[in-house]
């Protein structure tokens, strides 16, 4: 068994399971429909599903739109559902239950219902409510949401506050009484929140790569020989950035947090790396921003102003490796491998975003070069 949390060890474990199944084939808006329609009717009858269509993006589930007529009142809510493979491992349980934890203290998509076992849908789903708002600029019609997105002025600086203060609030969550029964919590020593995490990505790439990089086993090894302690084990969302979030346009009021299916408990200091990637950020007259908010010494030192957190530099540049090193699974092996498998709704999509693998293993060479350097 791998030193890792219980329920992605299982998801290794199914993941692998599910390697020699036959092609994924999409599912049709008429058959999603009629399973919705079948669903509702056992738990509210009377109700009523139309206008299911699919929604673009999303290289990880398959996410269905719809209008729920019941009580003489319409509702529009989203069916996400597992594909056989994604460019993330993850589990719907968990994504159902930070999402119920965090109603009323963060703005979150409500979720609503989940069928974990699969017991009615072909695959496991979840149904969450629609929240209005944009992930992007509407005059941005050329950048795939949160890679190269700009905000621009003036709502970066109406979302940045915005922005941090949801993060702190994450991150300052008392897990230990909320209702997480899919999470463990890693407490037998202060390294194991890490371990347990590298242990998990580890499998995935050994599981799922395609090619064999040199600088990808020297990053795993120094990583392994590097976990840092976790003094304080957080709420971690695991994609906190520009393009993960619903804003007003008209007036910046972020509306919701979304894509919670990587969320874990471990060190805060993840997300803060992840949001100030470079591959999330934009750079414009000289100046590069995290998630197009702000430069990252600003980015940083106003989340510790917002949370009461200190960022401690060293476990930031930990992470920094960790989170190149785990942007390159994501792209150019798991998301590679469920494309040629032909068990993804969006081949092509996985196809386009394995073209950045080749930046995160530049990243990485930068980063063990300058460890060596030093």
């Given at each position: 068994?791998?030193?890792?949390?219980?329920?992605?060890?299982?998801?290794?474990?199914?993941?692998?399971?599910?390697?020699?199944?036959?092609?994924?084939?999409?599912?049709?808006?008429?058959?999603?429909?009629?399973?919705?329609?079948?669903?509702?009717?056992?738990?509210?009858?009377?109700?009523?599903?139309?206008?299911?269509?699919r929604m673009g993006g999303g290289a990880s589930r398959e996410q269905f739109i719809?209008?729920?007529?019941r009580d003489g009142t319409e509702r529009r809510y989203i069916?996400?559902?597992?594909?056989?493979?994604?460019?993330?491992?993850?589990?719907?349980?968990?994504?159902?239950?930070?999402?119920?934890?965090?109603?009323?203290?963060?703005?979150?998509?409500?979720?609503?219902?989940l069928d974990i076992d699969a017991d009615h849908f072909p695959c496991p789903a979840m149904i969450v409510e629609v929240v209005a708002g944009v992930t992007k600029p509407t005059s941005d019609q050329l950048s795939v949401t949160g890679l190269g997105t700009i905000l621009g002025d003036p709502l970066r600086d109406i979302i940045?506050?915005?922005?941090?203060?949801?993060?702190?609030?994450?991150h300052?969550?008392?897990?230990?009484?909320?209702?997480?029964?899919?999470?463990?919590?890693?407490?037998?020593?202060?390294?194991?929140?890490?371990?347990?995490?590298?242990?998990f990505w580890k499998e995935l790439l050994e599981q799922d790569a395609v090619t064999k990089e040199p600088v990808l086993r020297l990053a795993t090894q120094w990583l392994e020989d590097n976990v840092p302690d976790c003094e304080k084990i957080s709420v971690v969302h695991g994609d906190y950035r520009t393009g993960n979030y619903l804003f007003e346009e008209a007036d910046g009021r972020i509306t919701a947090i979304l894509d919670w299916e990587m969320c874990y408990l471990g060190d805060l200091h993840a997300d803060l790396a992840w949001a100030i990637q470079p591959v999330f950020g934009s750079h414009i007259d000289g100046v590069f921003r995290g998630s197009d908010l702000a430069p990252p010494a600003q980015f940083l030192a106003e989340y510790e102003a917002a949370s009461g957190n200190r960022v401690d530099p060293a476990k930031l540049h930990y992470f920094t490796m960790f989170n190149a090193w785990k942007s390159y699974i994501l792209v150019a092996a798991l998301g590679v491998r469920a494309a040629r498998q032909a068990h993804n709704h969006q081949?092509?999509?996985?196809?386009?975003?394995?073209?950045?693998?080749?930046?995160?293993?530049?990243?990485?060479?930068?980063?063990?070069?300058?460890?060596?350097?030093?």
């Open positions: 068994m791998i030193d890792t949390e219980p329920l992605l060890a299982t998801l290794l474990e199914e993941r692998k399971a599910r390697r020699g199944l036959p092609p994924y084939l999409p599912q049709e808006d008429r058959a999603v429909a009629a399973l919705l329609q079948s669903w509702y009717d056992e738990r509210e009858p009377g109700a009523n599903v139309r206008d299911v269509a719809f209008t729920l007529e069916l996400r559902m597992d594909p056989t493979e994604g460019i993330t491992e993850t589990s719907r349980a968990r994504e159902y239950e930070i999402l119920r934890a965090f109603e009323g203290t963060l703005p979150v998509p409500a979720a609503v219902w940045r506050p915005q922005f941090l203060g949801h993060l702190a609030t994450i300052n969550f008392d897990w230990s009484t909320a209702d997480l029964p899919s999470f463990t919590a890693p407490t037998d020593d202060p390294k194991q929140p890490t371990r347990w995490l590298i242990q081949d092509v999509l996985l196809t386009f975003l394995a073209a950045t693998g080749p930046l995160f293993v530049d990243e990485l060479a930068r980063l063990l070069m300058m460890e060596e350097s030093q």
